[in-house]
């Protein structure tokens, strides 16, 4: 079943949609509300609500993310958030930290974050109607079937929002 519906506007409204790279996301140190501001100012565009202060405190006692250096969150901490974001809609909290702490033993975080964007544009795009279908993942690669999943809940429900939203239909929860 295919999402490329003829929704007059729905593609324009996305075209230019895409989470920072790595090297864009701030590496300065952000207070906990600059941190809830940036990452639902990311999600903005496509109708999906971002994370509020509460949120990353509740990420951080449960040991998602690694604790702020003197109440101030980094480059590292905040890649993670945004995979949060995106992974919080298809997962419960301890399986996102179970995925997460699976991963992080073998990878970077900025590996982890690379592969995490590339899929997503791959994912998001072809969600759409912006780019062909993803390739096919070599079916030994458990992490990578589930990220590809994580991220086709997360684009499908993107798409189902902004196509209400063009339409007029307000989300529940306004």
């Known amino acids: 079943m295919s999402a490329r519906l003829n929704i007059p506007g729905l593609t324009e409204s996305v075209k230019d949609f895409s989470l920072p790279k790595y090297n864009e ?9 600059q941190v809830s501001k940036y990452i639902t100012e990311i ?3 496509i109708e999906q609500p971002g994370l509020t202060g509460s949120m990353i405190s509740n990420y951080v006692k449960k040991k998602l993310i690694p604790n702020p250096v003197k109440k101030l969150y980094y480059r590292e901490q ?3 958030l945004v995979f949060i974001t995106v992974a ?8 996102i930290k179970d995925l997460i702490d ?13 592969y995490f964007l590339s899929e997503f544009e791959s994912v998001f795009g072809y969600v759409f109607g912006i780019s062909e279908e993803p ?11 589930v990220l590809r999943q994580i991220l086709l809940n997360f684009s499908y429900k993107a798409f189902l929002d902004k196509t209400l939203a063009l339409a007029g239909v307000k989300r529940s929860d306004e």
């Not at 919080?88 to 399986?95: C, D, N, P, V, W």
């Not at 390739?135 to 079937?145: A, R, T």
């Open 25 to 33: 996301i701030p590496n300065v140190g952000l207070y906990l509300e």
């Open 43 to 45: 999600f903005e565009p």
């Open 78 to 80: 905040i890649a993670y």
């Open 88 to 95: 919080k809609q298809a997962l419960s909290i301890g399986q």
């Open 102 to 114: 699976t991963r992080k033993e073998s990878f970077e975080v900025e590996a982890l974050y690379n």
């Open 135 to 145: 390739e096919d993942i070599v079916e030994e690669d458990f992490g990578k079937f």
